[in-house]
């Protein structure tokens, strides 16, 4: 008891400091460079009923380059106190009225008022894969699985922590796979194969990497196998003819975050645990995918039959199971909830490009390398007078292309670019740049 006592002001103790720096109401910070900004949409958002709460709210434009994008979901309750049950939550991004991709889910804790216990839990999330659908004007909907009623139930605060820099690989494309809140597992006149199609996806040419995110939680109890909340089950994509496995389960909700709390939270469950995030599976597939065609892509679940069912004729009440009827208490229907997508990256030009300059210059101007001779990197310099789409190339003296360096619109301003030539032999390259009408080539000569 007094490990729980001291654990609770521990853990209220963090929270009070992570929103005194970061939480502070009504402060955006806009960034500078390598700095984050930080944007509060849903605040406070009062949530007792199983609806979705929409709301369109304004984030940062694409002319700032962010490297990560994390997603504050804080819950809390009520003066009156909150639902004290562990309900599914999640946050959406709505494109229009048939598209919608789930960023987010969570999992609402049991009682966590009184003594000992956070008051409020503070859930992080890396939302950098929808990248490029977090921007500008955005639609969200936040929803709470719960039918509480009444004056009880949840404060739902999401802020989103906008963090300057380059990827290497930059997300320009989320793929909807699999989106099913209901896919009814054990039974064979339903079987999971008609909720999860397999699907014939197309990958852009210019994809250079590629992963599917798959945030897939068991719910019911009281069946065979006490599935699905209960059931340790094995899910496999295959996407071509490679397989990639995964164990739906968590055994690590005793040591939840959002602790301690009242009830039953400390039991490892399917791939969730009352008061925390659900942890989306990611698979890296670039190697199975090839950029230019189809990919196709199957989601399976582990075989299983659910004896006990009211549509299963065999079953006996009492000796099969207890009821062979769902009473929505302790025999509720097996099934998952899920929600998947394929995440598409390309090449970042802007990784090897720097601006050093931000003042207009009078003119286009490419310099000379240097060092020159350089072993294994040299670094180029120039300048851009007006904004323009630039490339800046590498060939060979035959003028064979050896390396796209920069490829992109730039604004006005002084810019340098590294070129790591050390997998390339000795000889003389020939780099050229590209501005609008402006063309300049100089020559450098490796030396190993």
């Not at 809140?181 to 210019?206: I, R």
């Not at 469950?269 to 196709?296: F, K, L």
Request: charged letters at 15%; one cysteine or more.
């Amino acid at each position: 008891m007094k490990n729980n006592l001291l654990f609770g002001f521990i853990r209220k103790f963090f929270i009070l400091i992570l929103l005194f720096i970061f939480f502070i109401p009504g402060k955006e910070l806009k960034a500078s460079p390598g700095d984050t900004t930080w944007v509060t949409t849903f605040n406070q958002n009062f949530q007792n009923w199983a609806d979705v709460h929409y709301a369109s709210f304004n984030l940062p434009d694409t002319n700032t380059h962010y490297k990560q994008i994390l997603m504050f979901y804080t819950i809390g309750c009520p003066a009156s106190g909150c639902d004290p049950w562990d309900r599914l939550g999640w946050v959406r991004l709505y494109v229009d009225s048939t598209t919608n991709y789930e960023i987010a889910r969570v999992i609402t804790p049991y009682n966590i008022v009184g003594g000992g216990y956070p008051g409020q839990c503070v859930f992080v999330n890396d939302v950098t894969d929808f990248m490029p659908l977090l921007h500008d004007q955005v639609r969200l909907g936040s929803y709470i699985e719960s039918w509480i009623g009444g004056t009880r139930g949840w404060l739902v605060t999401v802020k989103f922590a906008f963090i300057e820099g380059e990827l290497a690989d930059k997300p320009f494309k989320v793929v909807n796979l699999y989106q099913d809140n209901h896919v009814l597992y054990g039974d064979p006149a339903n079987p999971p194969e008609t909720h999860l199609p397999q699907q014939n996806v197309s990958v852009d040419p210019q994809t250079s990497k590629a992963k599917i995110r798959v945030v897939t939680t068991g719910h019911g109890q009281g069946n065979s196998d006490n599935a699905a909340e209960f059931s340790f089950k094995i899910h496999t994509l295959l996407v071509g003819s490679n397989s990639f496995a995964h164990s739906l389960w968590r055994g690590d909700c005793s040591t939840n975050p959002c602790s301690p709390q009242g009830g039953t939270w400390q039991y490892a469950r399917a791939g969730w645990c009352p008061g925390a995030s659900v942890i989306p599976w990611e698979n890296d597939v670039t190697s199975s995918i090839t950029p230019g065609q189809n990919a196709v892509i199957d989601y399976n679940l582990q075989a299983y039959e659910n004896f006990c069912r009211p549509t299963n004729p065999s079953c006996v009440n009492g000796v099969t199971c207890s009821d062979c009827n769902f009473n929505y208490n302790g025999h509720t229907e097996p099934h998952y909830t899920i929600q998947s997508q394929l995440i598409l990256y390309k090449p970042n030009p802007f990784i090897n490009i720097q601006n050093i300059n931000s003042e207009i210059p009078a003119s286009y101007l490419l310099e000379q390398n240097y060092p020159n001779p350089f072993n294994p990197s040299t670094t180029i310099q120039f300048e851009i007078s007006k904004a323009s789409f630039v490339r800046l190339y590498i060939y060979d003296v035959q003028g064979k292309l050896v390396e796209n360096i920069f490829e992109g619109n730039l604004n006005p301003g002084s810019f340098k670019a590294q070129w790591n030539a050390g997998d390339k032999p000795s000889g003389i390259y020939i780099y050229k740049l590209e501005a609008g009408d402006f063309s300049s080539t100089k020559r450098m000569m490796l030396v190993k």
